[in-house]
């Protein structure tokens, strides 16, 4: 799996972190002041990279999360059936089907730049 360990107080908005076992992105992140007997905790909410779905986490902000490390790749659309665009990825010449995204057109010779995660792949 590729991931690494950080800290909660090191995570940012717009970076990734791991949530009910999915790559969510980071778009809300607080902090609580610590308690009399405890320590500061932070709040994170973020969506899920692949399936978008809604997810928080709250945790001491020197406790250990997973971070996915998600890479970003190039790829050329080679053809276009209904919402599904079969893409070639420009670094490795492997071809693959993906869905195409609402409120996106795209013909084949467009170069593209998607997300790949332990076998997910989402077009940004």
């Known amino acids: 799996m590729p991931r690494e360990q950080k800290q909660v107080r090191e995570l940012q908005e717009g970076s990734y972190v791991m949530m009910d076992e999915s790559p969510c992105e980071i778009n809300a992140y607080s902090t609580a002041k610590p308690g009399k007997h405890g320590s500061a905790k932070a709040r994170v909410e973020g969506n899920g990279v692949f399936d978008d779905r809604k997810r928080s986490l709250s945790q001491p902000v020197d406790a250990k999360v997973w971070v996915p490390i998600i ?5 050329q ?6 919402s599904d665009a079969q893409i070639m ?7 693959f089907t993906m869905r195409i995204p609402e409120n996106q057109d ?5 170069e593209i ?12």
């Open 113 to 124: 730049e998607y997300l790949e995660y332990e076998g997910q792949r989402k077009i940004v």
């Open 89 to 95: 990825d420009l670094s490795t010449y492997q071809t």
């Open 106 to 110: 795209m013909s084949p010779d467009d």
């Open 71 to 75: 890479e970003r790749k190039q790829g």
């Open 77 to 82: 659309v080679v053809s276009v059936t209904g």
